[in-house]
């Protein structure tokens, strides 16, 4: 149906960054709490993965130089993308996604150390028990000057991050957690943790460097901060 939905929905109000396609509107997506006007018809992409494509186009060599690419659960919104880029030695992993071609544990994972110089691990982590082991294997498999970017859903008005493992219902879970399957409410303390494994982090408002139309347009959280991460 998504292509159905795509024709009826074009316009000219927003544009998709990841395909170049335009909208009169944006489809409604979320689980505790709806958002209105965020999903693209046509890629099916959220604000996370707009910003994310709009900090790989335009401030790295992303689509140009040759790189060894790990992406961990594959988004639809960008894997036909990556497998076309030629200059990419592109590799899909996740323990259940049938779209990856390495089934693997993020915390025990089958490849050597410095196997790879981009990571792309969005929205993975707040569904791991161990997620300090997680970070410290995405660190170990990462070359020397390699970057990894680690979303998560974060909340910016909490300083630390709370988890109960106590919490095992999914209305529960969904409630407090915002997910049915999230294991956690990660704070701003989120990038000192991605520190402590021994990354650099920065991270970036990447949005401060937009104009309030483009924000609009491309219908983006403005102020998320991305977890530019490197070794």
């Keep these: 149906m998504r ?31 709806v958002r209105k006007n965020v999903l693209a018809p046509g890629t099916l992409s959220l604000e996370r993965h707009r910003l994310f494509w709009l900090y790989l186009k335009n401030e790295t060599a992303f689509f140009s130089a040759p790189l060894r690419v790990l992406h961990f659960a594959p988004e639809q919104a960008f894997v036909k993308k990556f497998k076309k880029q030629k200059n990419l030695t592109y590799t899909t992993t996740d323990l259940n996604s049938p ?37 410290q294997e995405l660190y170990r498999v990462l070359a020397p000057s390699g970057t990894a970017i680690v979303q998560v859903p974060y909340d910016a008005k ?37 520190s402590s494994v021994g990354f650099n982090v920065n991270a970036l408002d990447y949005t401060q460097s937009m104009s309030n139309n483009d924000i609009e347009r491309y219908r983006l959280c403005r102020g998320e901060l991305l977890p530019v991460c490197k070794k």
């Design 3 to 33: 292509p159905f939905v795509a024709f009826f929905m074009r316009g000219n109000t927003y544009t998709d960054p990841i395909d170049g396609k335009s909208y009169r509107r944006f489809l409604p997506y979320g689980y505790a709490k």
């Design 99 to 135: 779209i990856a071609e390495v089934k693997a544990d993020i915390c025990d994972l089958p490849f050597k150390d410095h196997s790879f110089d981009f990571i792309i691990c969005n929205h993975v982590l707040e569904h791991i028990p161990n997620d300090t082991k997680a970070m």
């Design 158 to 194: 909490r300083e630390i991050t709370f988890e109960d493992n106590t919490i095992t219902d999914q209305s529960e879970r969904t409630r407090i957690f915002g997910q049915y399957d999230h294991l956690r409410v990660y704070g701003m303390d989120y990038f000192k943790k991605l």
